[in-house]
Structure formats: C-alpha cells, structure tokens
C-alpha cells in the first residue's frame, strides 16, 4: 500500500513569500504530525492533528507558521513572510487510531529560503 | 524541560556489534522510539519500549531502564547498509497526543 506522501519534495522560495507544503497520510490514519528537521539535528515536533482538529500545536515556532486538515485525511503546513531561518526539511507522519502507535515518514520537503 | 542526549557520531566494523546509547529526561514518558535514517531519506521504525527489559527484532535490540532514564539500541552483525543516523525518541504522556521528542541522531559508519 501506499506510504505517506509529501508535495513537492523540494521548494526553493524567496525571504517574504508565502509557502504550503502539502501531506497526504496513509489512508485511514487519523493521528497526522508535522515535524521540522535541520542539517545535522533530529525532526523537532510542530504540530499535531487527531482527526480535523489541531490536538496539540505546542511546538509551532510563531504565528507565521499555520496547519490545516479541513477533511481529516490530507494536512497543509502553511508559512507565511518566510525567514531564511525556515529553511529546513518538514517531515510529515501520520499512525493509525490515535497516538499510541509507530509514526509512519513520509519523505518530507526541503524547503529553502533564499 | 526535555532533554534526550545520544553521541553525535560512531564508528564500527562490518559484521560487529555496536551499541548506541540514549539517556533522557523528558517530563512525561510514554514509550521510547528508536528510528533509523538514510541522508535524504524519511525516518523508518526500527524498535519500541515501553516497560524495562530487552526487545529483540532480528539483528536488532532495544533496551529500556526507566528508573536510569536510559536505552540502547544494539546492532549486531553489522552491515555496510546500516551505515544511517539512528534517532532516539521519547513519547510524551497520553494528553500530549503522543508527539514524539527526539534526540539529535547518532550517525553510524560502517567500515568494510
């Protein structure tokens, strides 16, 4: 079966623009993560939905960052007036019946801000 | 605060044992994690401990102390294809909806 996906795999944007990354999850997981990793470091947590609903966005740096999963299957992360600082790869994944399961990878997005 | 400490980097030989350590103080556990990654590639799953003891899948074991705050991850026979990062992580308390914390990754080189 199919893994979790992630669009588009890179994105190259300039300081000030606005991105969305996308994440498709295995179907039928309803727990969906995103996390960011930078060179060198582990993926460090940012959001967390269970269904449609954001159960847990502790780890959101600042207001520009915003994630959305209108219909409980595929998730948006959404940064706006992006910072050289954001350059990172954002992993997605998403478990199956909430949280007490493994975290299937997707293979996330380098995204750089020039 | 949490904190989840693992050595930045190792060095072993093809067809040894290694063994990866972990230690952690997180302010909830629910479980610990170790994943293993490719450079470019996703975190894959590799073993899960919840309560003390030993868990062995295969060429690999994981070991839990939660009174020591400590676990490793053993890699027998060793191949030049798990030369990775290997990632240790900690899942939070159940109403923190089983986000994981990791470590900074451990990255093993196998040498022929």
């Known amino acids: 079966g199919a893994g979790v996906s992630q669009t588009p795999s890179n994105k190259v944007t300039e300081k000030g623009k606005y991105v969305e990354l996308r994440c498709d999850p295995i179907?039928?997981?309803?727990?969906l993560y995103w996390y960011r990793q930078s060179l060198g470091q582990g993926p460090e947590f940012l959001i967390y939905?269970?269904?449609?609903?954001?159960?847990?966005d502790s780890g959101l740096p600042n207001d520009r960052f915003f994630a959305v999963r209108p219909e409980g299957s595929v998730s948006t992360l959404k940064i706006q007036r992006t910072e050289r600082g954001d350059s990172a790869v954002y992993l997605c994944?998403?478990?199956?019946?909430?949280?007490?399961?493994?975290?299937?990878f997707g293979p996330g997005t380098r995204l750089t801000v020039l | 605060g949490q904190n989840i400490d693992q050595p930045t980097e190792m060095t072993a030989t093809e067809g040894a044992i290694v063994q990866i350590n972990c230690t952690y103080q997180?302010?909830?556990?629910?479980?610990l994690f170790w994943y293993q990654q490719h450079a470019g590639e996703a975190p894959t799953f590799l073993s899960y401990?919840?309560?003390?003891g030993l868990e062995e899948k295969g060429r690999f074991s994981s070991f839990l102390s939660r009174s020591k705050g400590y676990s490793y991850l053993l890699l027998k026979e060793l191949q030049m294809k798990d030369s990775a990062s290997y990632l240790c992580?900690?899942?939070?308390?159940?109403?923190?909806?089983?986000?994981?914390?990791f470590g900074q990754g451990t990255e093993l080189s196998v040498k022929p």
């Open positions: 994944a998403s478990s199956p019946q909430g949280s007490y399961n493994e975290q299937f």
């Open positions: 179907s039928g997981h309803t727990a």
């Open positions: 939905f269970q269904g449609t609903g954001a159960a847990d």
């Open positions: 997180t302010s909830g556990f629910n479980g």
């Open positions: 401990n919840v309560l003390d």
């Open positions: 992580a900690v899942r939070g308390i159940s109403y923190q909806g089983g986000k994981l914390i």
